[in-house]
């Protein structure tokens, strides 16, 4: 079974330009999360999808930042326009929904798209 | 509001040392909480995880993590430790009131294992 991939590895991108992440979940999974880790600190939640629709997007930072899930398949993170302080690895995760029964859903990582912004 | 404290930035051990890596957390409710790991190179992974039942958690590859409730800790622990243990250590917290939600990670502890 593949595992969650993301596209692309690295992107370096000057300030005020616009960059396009992209994440493919494991087939299967409703859920979808993006989170971003700047340079030291730790990983932040940025939004959760469940299908193509937004459940929480409350730890979005602003409004230069705009994901999509159509179809509920892979989603995109779209920055525009980029900022310094927007570098960092953004990681993408999946989760299956279950059925219930306590607990939580394992999320699954992907390898992150480090982004760096000149 | 929820938030994950880990009490070592770096830690240095030798090989066949024990390990505990210190992880407190603040939140009012019921807790998931989990261990991940990211080895070089890799994707982040799980390690082991609670949410109800036996407080010991045993995870993959030795590791075991032992939640007290009263002290909101969560420390991950390996008796002997192995080269191959290199890697980030990330403790995590989510809400216990959903199956799916967000996961609050702690600043993470790198882990240098001298062979």
């Known amino acids: 079974e593949a595992g969650v991939t993301q596209f692309p590895s690295h992107s370096v991108i000057e300030k005020g330009q616009t960059v396009t992440l992209r994440c493919d979940p494991i087939?299967?999974?409703?859920?979808l999360y993006w989170y971003r880790r700047v340079m030291g600190k730790e990983i932040k939640f940025l939004l959760h999808?469940?299908?193509?629709?937004?459940?929480?997007e409350s730890g979005m930072p602003n409004n230069r930042f705009l994901a999509e899930r159509t179809g509920g398949t892979y989603s995109t993170l779209k920055v525009q326009p980029a900022e310094l302080e927007d570098s960092g690895v953004y990681f993408c995760?999946?989760?299956?929904?279950?059925?219930?029964?306590?607990?939580?859903?394992?999320?699954?990582f992907g390898p992150g798209t480090r982004l760096t912004v000149l | 509001a929820q938030s994950v404290s880990q009490h070592n930035h770096h830690v240095i051990l030798s090989e066949a040392a024990s390990l505990e890596l210190g992880c407190n957390y603040s939140?009012?409710?019921?807790?998931?909480l989990f261990w991940y790991v990211q080895y070089p190179g890799q994707h982040l992974q799980l390690l082991l995880k609670?949410?109800?039942?036996?407080?010991l958690v045993k995870g993959i590859k030795g590791f075991e993590a032992e939640f007290i409730k009263s002290k909101f800790s969560f420390n991950l622990r390996k008796p002997s430790v192995q080269w191959s243990d290199t890697a980030e250590y990330f403790c995590?917290?989510?809400?216990?009131?959903?199956?799916?939600?967000?996961?609050?990670f702690g600043s993470g502890t790198r882990l240098s294992i001298r062979p």
């Open positions: 995760a999946s989760s299956q929904r279950t059925s219930g029964g306590g607990g939580t859903d394992t999320q699954y």
């Open positions: 087939s299967g999974h409703d859920n």
């Open positions: 999808f469940v299908k193509e629709s937004k459940q929480d």
């Open positions: 939140y009012g409710g019921t807790v998931n």
């Open positions: 609670y949410f109800s039942g036996d407080p």
């Open positions: 995590a917290v989510s809400p216990g009131y959903s199956s799916a939600s967000k996961i609050i």
